[in-house]
C-alpha cells in the first residue's frame, strides 16, 4: 500500500487528505519540528507536538491556525491514525507514525539518536515502512560524544578568556543554542550572552517549563571590556549590529557536523566543533534496524548513496527527490 505518497507540495497523505512538512502552501499541514525547512508559512492548518506549538507561533506568527498534540497520543483523520514520537533533535521535534487498515508508515523528520539532556530522546517507532533523513548519510561522518564537544568548546573559551578576548559561537537559534548552553551550563569562566532571536527562543521554551541554563540577551550598550571571557551564542545568519567594534577581536566558532568537512572548515575560518543535531551513519543504520521497516524511502541529504547501501544490505531502498548534501541546508 502506498500510504504516502511524494508530490510537488510534499509527502502527502491522499486517504487522510493532509501533507506532512509540506514545501508548499497547504490546506492541512503536519508538521514534525519549527526548523523553517519543515514548518513553512502559508498553511490553513497545522498540527504538531504541544512542544513545538508556542515555537511554530514565534517563527510563523501567533495568527496561525494550528494544534498541539502530546507524544504517543493518537489522532484520526477520516480513518488514518496519526501519532507523534520523539525524534531527539531539538526540543518538540518529532516523528510521525502513519496507520491505516493495518499498514504502518513512519516519518522520521530530522532526528537524533545520542541522548543530549535536554530535548526528548529519540524513540524507535516500529513500522513497515521508514522514510528516513539522510542528512549525514555517509560513513565519514562519524560523531564523537557529546561530552568531547564540550570539553573542547570549554578549553577554546577559557583559552580566549585567558586572553582576555570573547568567544563568539555560531548556531541556530532552535536547537544548537540551547544545546550548547546546556553543555556549557557547569562553567564558570564568564558570563554567557545570546543573540536576540535565541532570547526569544529560550523565552518561549521557559514558558513552558524547559529548564534552559542562564543566559542574557546581549546588550549593546557593553563596553569591550565587560565582554573580554565573555561566551556569546548567535545565529551564522545574524548581522553585525551594533556590538561590531567591540567583538572585532573576538575569537568565532561554528558548530556544525559539517564542520566534519574540510571544505567546510576552509569557508569558516575559526574555531570548528563537529556537533550535530542529526544522526550520523551509524545511527542512521541502526535507527533502520531498531524500526524493522523492510521498505526504506531516503530523503533529505546523501540520499542517492545511502538508499544504493541499504539496497545492497537487502533492503527495499529508495530515493525521495534528487537534492544533493552540498550546502547548509537543514537548521544543523
Not at 515555537?55 to 501567533?62: A, C, I, M, T
Not at 573580554?228 to 551594533?242: E, F, M, S, V
Not at 577581536?249 to 563537529?274: E, I, T, Y
Request: aromatic share 10%; net charge neutral; charged share 20%.
Amino acid at each position: 500500500m502506498q500510504l504516502i505518497e511524494f508530490t510537488y507540495h510534499g509527502l502527502y497523505c491522499r486517504q487522510a487528505d493532509v501533507y506532512i512538512d509540506a514545501h508548499r502552501a497547504v490546506p492541512k499541514a503536519i508538521v514534525t519540528h519549527a526548523h523553517s525547512d519543515h514548518a513553512r508559512p502559508g498553511h490553513k492548518s497545522y498540527i504538531c507536538t504541544t512542544a513545538s506549538l508556542a515555537l511554530l507561533k514565534l517563527r510563523l506568527g501567533r495568527h496561525i491556525q494550528a494544534a498541539g498534540v502530546n507524544y504517543g497520543e493518537t489522532f484520526l483523520i477520516n480513518g488514518v491514525t496519526f501519532s507523534f514520537h520523539p525524534a531527539g533533535h531539538v526540543i518538540g521535534s518529532a516523528q510521525l507514525r502513519v496507520e491505516y487498515k493495518g499498514e504502518v508508515w513512519v516519518i522520521s523528520g530530522d532526528y537524533k539518536r545520542e541522548n543530549d539532556g535536554l530535548t526528548e530522546a529519540f524513540e524507535p517507532v516500529a513500522c513497515h515502512t521508514f522514510i528516513t533523513e539522510s542528512t549525514f548519510g555517509l560513513p565519514i561522518f562519524n560523531w564523537r560524544s557529546q561530552e568531547v564537544i564540550a570539553g573542547q568548546m570549554l578549553d577554546w573559551w577559557q583559552h580566549n578568556a585567558s586572553l582576555g578576548l570573547p568567544s563568539m559561537v555560531s548556531a541556530y537559534s532552535l536547537g544548537k543554542a540551547q544545546r550548547i548552553m546546556h553543555m556549557i551550563a557547569h562553567a564558570h569562566i564568564g558570563p554567557v550572552y545570546v543573540h536576540n532571536s535565541i532570547h526569544k527562543t529560550n523565552e518561549v521554551l521557559r514558558k513552558q517549563g524547559i529548564n534552559l541554563s542562564s543566559a542574557s540577551e546581549i546588550d549593546p550598550r557593553l563596553k569591550a571590556d565587560q565582554l573580554a571571557n565573555a561566551l556569546i551564542i548567535a545565529p551564522g545568519t545574524a548581522k553585525p549590529g551594533q556590538l561590531s567594534l567591540q567583538l572585532k577581536h573576538a575569537k568565532k566558532a561554528d558548530a556544525s557536523g559539517w564542520m566534519a568537512l574540510r571544505k567546510f572548515r576552509q569557508n569558516h575560518p575559526g574555531a570548528a566543533f563537529v556537533l550535530s543535531d542529526h544522526a550520523d551513519w551509524l545511527a542512521l543504520n541502526q535507527t533502520i534496524k531498531d524500526t524493522g521497516a523492510e521498505r526504506i524511502f531516503v530523503t533529505h541529504g546523501y540520499q542517492d548513496s545511502f538508499a544504493k547501501w541499504l539496497s545492497e544490505k537487502g533492503y527495499d531502498a529508495h530515493v525521495v527527490g534528487s537534492a544533493k548534501a552540498t550546502e547548509f541546508i537543514d537548521e544543523d
